[in-house]
T-cell receptor
Framework: GAVVSQHPSWVICKSGTSVKIECRSL??????MFWYRQFPKQSLMLMAT?????????EQGVEKDKFLINHASLTLSTLTVTSAHPEDSSFYIC??????????FGPGTRLTVL | GDSVTQMEGPVTLSEEAFLTINCTYT??????LFWYVQYPGEGLQLLLK?????DKGSNKGFEATYRKETTSFHLEKGSVQVSDSAVYFC???????????FGKGTRLHILP
């Protein structure tokens, strides 16, 4: 079946550094991918919609200069957390649509900022 | 292991009909429970949640009650609208490992 992968699965970084998280659709092309953030003990919150070949659409309250999204190809979207701080520590999850109806979630990336 | 099971779709109803989408969970503890809605072409949005037994989550006319005795969190709405057409996901979150588990989603079509 279709698989969406994320890399890395976990990352620990120092405050002030930038971290890039990749989301790949492994056996299908995805024109649209979504990025979610899960705060500890809380539910998923949609951060942005990533569209191949165009700018991402950010949800209200999400800083687009802080969370840079690039959807450079039909199988890859990247989320870069710039100048990360401890409050950015979270679990980041992507999802991708195959066609208009099938959606697949990535396994998530746990970011810890020291 | 922990899991979430929800009724398969698609579910097709006429406008103003009563809606129930069943959701049951298995867990070794007491998870928090959520319903998410996904409109065509959009990402998941949290619809409502309940964090302990007998809690009722509600939003936009939708309700769900956390039933520990039946391990269920069924979604209901008294009078659906065409704009409610979407895919609905039930999910559980165990505090011990902070991992969200989703059901497979139920596609809802509301006919005018």
């Amino acid at each position: 079946g279709a698989v969406v992968s994320q890399h890395p699965s976990w990352v620990i970084c120092k405050s002030g550094t930038s971290v890039k998280i990749e989301c790949r659709s492994l056996d299908f092309q995805a024109t649209t991918m979504f990025w979610y953030r899960q705060f500890p003990k809380q539910s998923l919150m949609l951060m942005a919609t990533s569209n191949e070949g165009s700018k991402a659409t950010y949800e209200q309250g999400v800083e687009k200069d802080k969370f840079l999204i690039n959807h450079a190809s039909l199988t890859l979207s990247t989320l870069t957390v710039t100048s990360a701080h401890p409050e950015d520590s979270s679990f980041y999850i992507c999802s991708a649509f195959r066609g208009s109806n099938e959606q697949f979630f990535g396994p998530g990336t746990r970011l810890t900022v020291l | 292991g922990d899991s979430v099971t929800q009724m398969e779709g698609p579910v097709t109803l006429s406008e103003e009909a009563f809606l129930t989408i069943n959701c049951t969970y298995t867990a070794t503890g007491y998870p928090s429970l959520f319903w998410y809605v996904q409109y065509p072409g959009e990402g998941l949005q949290l619809l409502l949640k309940a964090t302990k037994a007998d809690d009722k989550g509600s939003n936009k006319g939708f309700e769900a009650t956390y039933r520990k005795e039946t391990t269920s969190f069924h979604l209901e709405k008294g009078s659906v609208q065409v704009s409610d057409s979407a895919v609905y996901f039930c999910a559980s979150l165990m505090n011990r490992d902070d991992k969200i588990i989703f059901g497979k989603g139920t596609r809802l079509h509301i006919l005018p």
